[in-house]
DNA sequence: CGCCATCTTGACACGTATCAACAGGCGTGG
DNA sequence: CCACGCCTGTTGATACGTGTCAAGATGGCG
């Protein structure tokens, strides 16, 4: 049998209006499939702040952020917290095949996720080999951006890690506009940053403080332009990936 | 089909002796998979030293550490190096899917891979979903050691750097050792650590007289006792980990 | 308008980097 | 066999970057 079409008469009116329908997880999914999986899945919104993993919690269902920021975060028992990781959509959200949570998830925006029961997931997975193949390959991409992460967090300097952290959101936050810049040559960017200052430090390894200086000096050296504390300007990218170190 | 006894007399020669046969990799393949897969790969030695992967090379082959540790790490235009992982037996070595390394790979002592063309493993996995399972767990193990590390790299002090740094090769070089440590109560460790002073420095992201420091420092503290600048005695794990922060 | 949280800025302290000297191990060659 | 040089690791003095603590500034929101 050849791959349905994902068009076909068979998509559950759930995934019709589903943005990251064909790019995330489900793009691996047959019509019949997705109906099936549909069927266990259900959309939840969440305010910005909601905590959504809660560490060392049982694991009971996997998601898919459909819009919106997630944060990753792990604490020492002292409070120390580091940012691992801020899933975009279309990421899969969860620890597969793992019993507890080793790390806490936030919404950092307002988001959107598309809920799966963990054994439902885990039952297709067993028998769904292009979707295990499209989780491999999710997980991949994360490993690899945890690796370049961890080169900025031994490695770079409070100034080059901030440029850092700008240059990634800039880059992800919106992939339309940046599949857009690839081609074209407008290299700037505009966004709205989903994370308060606390959360940069948290995932740059800095103090808010260092944070506000470092952003302070980008801005006066006009690599960035800053309005409203969370909207960022960026004139050229190029310009800001020159001072990531 | 039944899953093969992975005793049965269709086990190749060269698996034979292979002393990582049911942990790594090839513990998902029945005889007659194995037997295909053998065909295509060759065990090669390489001493202390050697680099495995280059930077910016093109993918060929992966490779089953199965004695040994391997180092990989990322550096920076300038120089600035970051350590992002290491590998012990019976890891995975290499970017599944992808077409060039991202990383480069160093032999951090004598080691032996067990090698395989990248076409050769894919085409393996793309018709043995068995095989790709455990690519993926090996995979998330990976990432979830990376975001743990990750907290090590931003939060930590040199000194608990240092400590975190000692524990994790404590538990990982010797995966019997530590086996018999969950179960008993021998808390004690001993190991000959392949690593430089300067390999440690860039795994932590510090210099290496600040490793060298902190080492002394819990020398004297009695928390380790270093013999030959190699060799680590840890009389009481519990009493190290309660340095790592 | 005024409160409160968030962000910025400043002064100072502290931890780690830097630079430099020294010690020990090991192989080489006299 | 010891002298020498080299490489690795240790220790010390000092510099610098980032953290800490404190005071303002800014902006959102009732």
Redesign the interface.
């Known amino acids: 049998m050849g791959r349905h079409d994902i068009h076909n008469s068979e998509t559950p009116a759930l995934c019709g209006s589903c943005e990251v329908r064909h790019r995330g997880l489900c793009g691996a999914l047959s019509g019949d499939q997705l109906m099936m999986l549909s069927k266990h899945s259900r959309i939840v919104r969440h305010p910005a702040g909601t905590e959504l993993i809660a560490d060392d919690s049982d694991i009971t269902s996997y998601a898919n952020v459909m819009r919106g920021v997630v944060k990753?975060s792990?604490m020492?028992?002292?409070g120390?917290?580091?940012v691992?990781?801020l899933q975009f959509a279309p990421d899969f959200l969860g620890?597969?095949?793992?019993r507890q949570n080793?790390?806490s998830a936030q919404a950092a925006s307002d988001v959107e996720l598309c809920k799966v029961p963990k054994a439902a997931l885990e039952a297709m997975v067993g028998d769904n080999?292009a979707l295990?193949?499209r989780?491999?390959?999710q997980?991949?991409r994360?490993?690899?951006d945890?690796?370049?992460?961890?080169?900025t967090?031994?490695?770079?300097t409070a100034s080059e890690k901030v440029a850092s952290f700008l240059y990634l959101v800039a880059t992800h936050i919106d992939p339309v506009a940046e599949a857009e810049r690839q081609q074209g040559e407008n290299a700037d960017a505009r966004f709205d940053l989903p994370l308060s200052r606390a959360d940069i430090a948290d995932f740059?390894?800095l103090t808010i403080e260092t944070v506000s200086r470092q952003l302070t000096r980008l801005r006066k050296e006009e690599i960035i332009s800053v309005v409203n504390n969370r909207t960022f300007v960026i004139p050229d990218l190029k310009c800001l990936a020159n001072r990531c170190?």
Chains 1, 2 share one sequence.
């Open positions: 990753l792990k020492l028992d002292d120390r917290q580091q691992v990781g620890r597969l095949f793992g080793t790390l080999p295990e193949h989780l491999l390959e997980t991949l994360e490993l690899d945890a690796r370049d992460w961890m080169v967090l031994g490695r770079k740059l390894g170190g």
